[in-house]
């Protein structure tokens, strides 16, 4: 609009300076025509404006009424007295984590920790970060309600994430949100999909980097997890002292069976095979009767 306000007055000054040497019939027409040229060159400017891709642009007019979006990349034509708001339709970050300080950016924004209790009551600080997109469309009516994307960013987006953040911490207990936090993350971001979609957002990915407890719950997680570990060891050790038992039954009841199969195999008749195999291999052989107390000496 400042082009446009400086163009005329340039082709004003030009106009009544061409205007007064012609009407004198005195040299310097020419050179008053000098910021007529001037003047129509900066209006160009208020009359062009690009779009770059991943941006759309409203067109507002002087009274305040909207004229319209341009979403194709490139170069557009406008009237001096409208007015160009770019909004940007992809690559948009919100991110909270730890103490950082507040700084907005178009549709991006950067903040402090989301503060939520959980379904036990218990408090904790979560580092969480939403990528989000915005239908073209949709820019007209997001002006209408919010203004320029940074004030839409500042007064919904951001206060719309934290608002979803603490309402579905309440959803889970404590265990849950430091062991599972997945589940946490989808329920945040299927309510906020839900509810953005409607005025033309599309959530893209909630990330939930991390989730703070005070120390004393931290501790007691901690001691849970000690003694869980130490349940789960004992759990180990009592099975592998079974699996030691049962292999050392099956051993002994192997060999107990072969004892059993080698005890029936050995008949009277089979021991007296054996006997007399092993006499027949002596060198000497002396008979004697039974129960006689002959001795017997050997060369």
Not at 176 to 192: F, H, I, P, S
Not at 267 to 285: F, G, P, R
Request: glycine fraction near 8%; charge should be negative.
């Amino acid at each position: 609009m400042i082009w446009f306000v400086i163009s005329i007055i340039l082709l004003l000054f030009s106009a009544a300076v061409t205007g007064v040497a012609l009407s004198n019939n005195v040299k310097g027409a020419g050179i008053g025509l000098i910021p007529g040229l001037v003047g129509l060159l900066l209006l160009i400017p208020a009359c062009l404006y690009s779009v770059d891709v991943g941006e759309v642009a409203v067109i507002r007019n002087m009274g305040g009424s909207l004229a319209g979006h341009s979403e194709d990349a490139g170069f557009h034509w406008k009237t001096p007295w409208q007015s160009v708001i770019k909004y940007d339709t992809r690559n948009n970050l919100i991110n909270f984590y730890k103490d950082t300080d507040y700084k907005y950016d178009g549709g991006s924004a950067v903040g402090k920790q989301v503060t939520v209790n959980d379904r036990s009551g218990a408090s904790a600080d979560i580092d969480i970060q939403v990528n989000y997109s915005l239908d073209p469309s949709a820019a007209e009516y997001l002006y209408s309600e919010y203004g320029k994307q940074q004030t839409f960013t500042q007064n919904y987006i951001s206060n719309d994430l934290r608002s979803v953040a603490r309402e579905q911490s309440g959803r889970f207990d404590t265990l849950t949100m430091l062991t599972n936090r997945g589940e946490y993350t989808k329920a945040v971001q299927d309510v906020l999909a839900a509810k953005w979609r409607k005025i033309g957002l599309t959530v893209e990915q909630v990330s939930v980097q991390d989730v703070r407890y005070g120390e004393a719950i931290t501790k007691k997680y901690t001691e849970a997890q000690a003694a869980e570990i130490d349940k789960q060891k004992a759990l180990n050790e009592q099975q592998v002292a079974k699996t030691e038992a049962e292999t050392k039954k099956i051993k002994a009841q192997g060999e107990a069976d072969a004892n059993a199969v080698l005890n029936e195999s050995l008949t009277d008749n089979v021991l007296k095979q054996h006997y007399i195999d092993a006499l027949s291999n002596a060198d000497q052989l002396v008979v004697v009767p039974d129960g006689a107390d002959t001795l017997v000496q050997t060369k």
